[in-house]
């Protein structure tokens, strides 16, 4: 998938900012990442409110090998091949998808941290002057 595919499949969506990204692009909406686009597909962002709509589809979550094994990436599913001609529908999803990218982003949010104490600077010693040995 190109860029402008991308782009005319997310028009009923809204606007969508499309970033290099691996083997392909990444794509957000006010900031926010909720889709990959790789050679493997088109993968929406998903969390325990979304996944059972993927699992109902038949959809699998992104995975990938390495040497020793290979990864699934629950968080990011496939999106049902169906949604490629249901434009509407497709953008309900990515609501969905961006949603969900939404909640795992408020979810991640570092603690406040307390204060850390303040330190008092050393205080500088004067530096000890080298004996002078006298040469006879």
Do not use: C
Request: no cysteine; proline share 5%.
């Amino acid at each position: 998938m190109d860029r402008e595919f991308l782009i005319d499949l997310f028009a009923d969506f809204g606007p969508v900012t499309i970033r290099k990204m691996f083997s392909g692009y990444g794509i957000s909406a006010d900031g926010v990442n909720f889709a990959l686009s790789l050679r493997a597909g088109l993968f929406f962002r998903a969390d325990e409110t979304t996944i059972p709509d993927f699992e109902a589809e038949g959809s699998k979550p992104f995975q990938y090998a390495t040497r020793a094994k290979t990864v699934v990436v629950n968080s990011y599913w496939e999106l049902p091949a169906r949604l490629f001609d249901d434009s509407a529908e497709l953008a309900q999803w990515a609501r969905a998808a961006l949603a969900a990218a939404q909640r795992a982003k408020v979810k991640k949010r570092p603690k406040a941290k307390k204060a850390a104490p303040k330190k008092h600077a050393a205080k500088k010693r004067p530096a000890k002057k080298a004996a002078k040995k006298a040469v006879r």
